[in-house]
């Protein structure tokens, strides 16, 4: 139980453009969505914060008009990243959190961005 | 500023012998407590969760936390080669919102 998944796994875009990322949580209805960012070697730093049907609260030096997040239902949220550049390429992970599961929070298995 | 501290290690220890990873947070309130386990390049892996003071054990791995001295860690029994990976703490802060903080890691490898 409590399997989430991200889509795709690795993407390869030249900059400029936009990428969306997807996360589905499988087996149960997540009420809260988080999306994290970690370079190489460095620990998770949380974006932001989506809850289902609510606009996304962001961290502090996020930029929210350049890392949209939708949280259209209790099994999906998307990361979209507007206008990419180098700079923006890392391991984009999701996690989910259930109805009754407290504040535990169960991790996608992460995309990998590359913008050349 | 709410932290979680880690020693990055390397932390090295025989195969079978017993793994020491420890964390310590800085608010005092702090009620969820995770440690997650990350391989090279893959995403975090839940391995346990404790929310009371004391010992909670799921199988090779036990957790311990004692909230007066703002500590947790992790303690795997008979370590094995594919137990290495980075080890990461995770706590909720009061008034965090169900956010997750989390350390640096440890790094931890078993060696043969």
């Known amino acids: 139980g409590a399997v989430v998944s991200q889509h795709p796994s690795w993407v390869i875009c030249k900059s400029g453009t936009s990428v969306k990322i997807e996360c589905r949580s499988l087996d149960f209805q997540a009420t809260t969505m988080f999306w994290y960012r970690q370079f190489p070697k460095q620990s998770l730093m949380l974006m932001a914060t989506s809850n289902e049907g609510s606009k996304a609260t962001y961290e502090q030096g996020v930029e929210k008009d350049k890392f949209l997040i939708n949280h259209a239902s209790l099994t999906l949220s998307t990361l979209t990243v507007t206008s990419a550049h180098p700079e923006d390429s890392s391991f984009y992970i999701c996690?989910?959190?259930?109805?009754?599961?407290?504040?535990?929070?169960?991790f996608g298995p992460g995309t990998r961005l590359t913008v050349l | 500023q709410k932290e979680v501290e880690q020693n990055s290690g390397p932390l090295s220890v025989p195969e079978g012998a017993i793994a020491s990873l420890n964390c310590t947070y800085s608010?005092?309130?702090?009620?969820?407590f995770f440690w997650y386990r990350q391989y090279s390049g893959k995403s975090p892996e839940l391995i346990m969760f404790i929310y009371s003071n004391g010992d909670k054990e799921d199988g090779r791995f036990t957790a311990q936390l004692n909230k007066a001295s703002q500590y947790v860690s992790l303690l795997i029994r008979d370590s094995q080669p594919s137990d290495s990976a980075t080890y990461l703490c995770a706590v909720t802060f009061t008034g965090g919102g169900n956010k997750l903080t989390f350390g640096t890691g440890t790094q931890l490898k078993v060696e043969l």
């Open positions: 996690s989910a959190r259930g109805l009754a599961g407290a504040d535990t929070q169960y």
């Open positions: 608010d005092r309130g702090s009620q969820s």
